[in-house]
């Protein structure tokens, strides 16, 4: 059966970390709120040094590779959206909305990934070309995946090309499953790993923000994948719940187990009963603390992790 939760993850410690005004056209949720005296670049490292040593803390393998400085990377803290390392070996490369993004990509950092954690290349996808067409599909953000019932849920948006969509799932083997969302604004919500999470036994689902005409089917699409549904609204969203990822580690005790990580502004935004559901649905929760992350680059703690999967 395929894998749901990867138990190796790849992060790429920031270089030049700070707010990204070409980005935050599209990101409502980004907020330059410190500015420019570079303290952003140090709070960055040290909020992702803090999530590194956390996950190594619970035994998940963590491929971390540096950012080179030059040229600039405001987000290149959020790897997922550029690369996805699937567990038949297939690497896939994304297309790009903001160009400031594309030079993220470096194509050495799949043999490191391959010499750290023993992942073996197969074959590379590359959609990259459809970016002259202005077409884009910003990777795991662009989509959350249920991996055990292959289907691949997106919520479009100028990230988020349904024509892309159809051909990564044409190619990989998924169903589409695209609806649309807005936030409070109106505006569509930019990646739709900030409204839905998948794990093995639950699935967070922004169910306030999706189109009434789209509601009721994805909800239906989730349910009947056995989990157990949370429904959550934009104020959730808005405070990064939706934007968390379960992975697999192994422990003594319990052989293996799973842990949902979030950021610490994510865990504030679940009551107290929704929280134990939650909770009950895995083995541990890991909670972190992202306030600069969050706040400049808009993204939460599952956008700093591009899952890797290794054959079993």
Request: overall charge negative; aromatic content about 8%.
């Amino acid at each position: 059966m395929p894998q749901q939760c990867a138990d190796a993850v790849l992060m790429i410690r920031p270089a030049a970390f700070d707010y990204n005004p070409e980005t935050a056209q599209t990101n409502s949720m980004q907020r330059p709120a410190y500015g420019g005296d570079g303290s952003a670049q140090t709070r960055a490292h040290d909020e992702f040094s803090n999530v590194v040593h956390a996950l190594e803390s619970e035994g998940v393998a963590v491929c971390v590779v540096d950012d080179t400085k030059t040229p600039p990377k405001p987000d290149a803290v959020f790897p997922n959206n550029w690369i996805s390392f699937h567990e038949d070996g297939t690497v896939v490369l994304y297309p790009m909305r903001a160009e400031s993004r594309r030079r993220e990509r470096r194509m050495e950092i799949i043999d490191i990934v391959g010499e750290k954690l023993g992942f073996k290349c197969a074959r590379v996808i590359d959609l990259t070309y459809y970016e002259a067409a202005g077409r884009f599909l910003e990777g795991t953000g662009s989509l959350v995946l249920d991996h055990v019932n292959r289907i691949a849920y997106a919520c479009v948006s100028p990230r988020t090309d349904p024509e892309v969509v159809a051909e990564w799932s044409r190619l990989l083997g998924y169903e589409p499953v695209l609806f649309d969302a807005r936030d409070r604004n109106g505006a569509p919500i930019y990646h739709t790993n900030v409204l839905l999470s998948i794990g093995e036994r639950y699935a967070v689902v922004g169910t306030g923000p999706i189109a009434e005409a789209d509601r009721a089917r994805v909800v239906e699409r989730l349910a009947a994948s056995g989990r157990e549904i949370f429904e959550i609204g934009h104020t959730e969203i808005e405070r990064f719940a939706g934007n968390i990822l379960e992975l697999a580690s192994w422990d003594e005790a319990l052989g293996d187990c799973r842990l949902i990580v979030m950021s610490t502004t994510a865990r504030t935004a679940f009551d107290a009963e929704a929280f134990a559901r939650l909770s009950a649905c895995t083995d541990t929760v890991l909670t972190v603390p992202l306030p600069t992350i969050e706040t400049l680059g808009g993204g939460g703690v599952r956008c700093m992790l591009a899952e890797v999967f290794l054959p079993t």
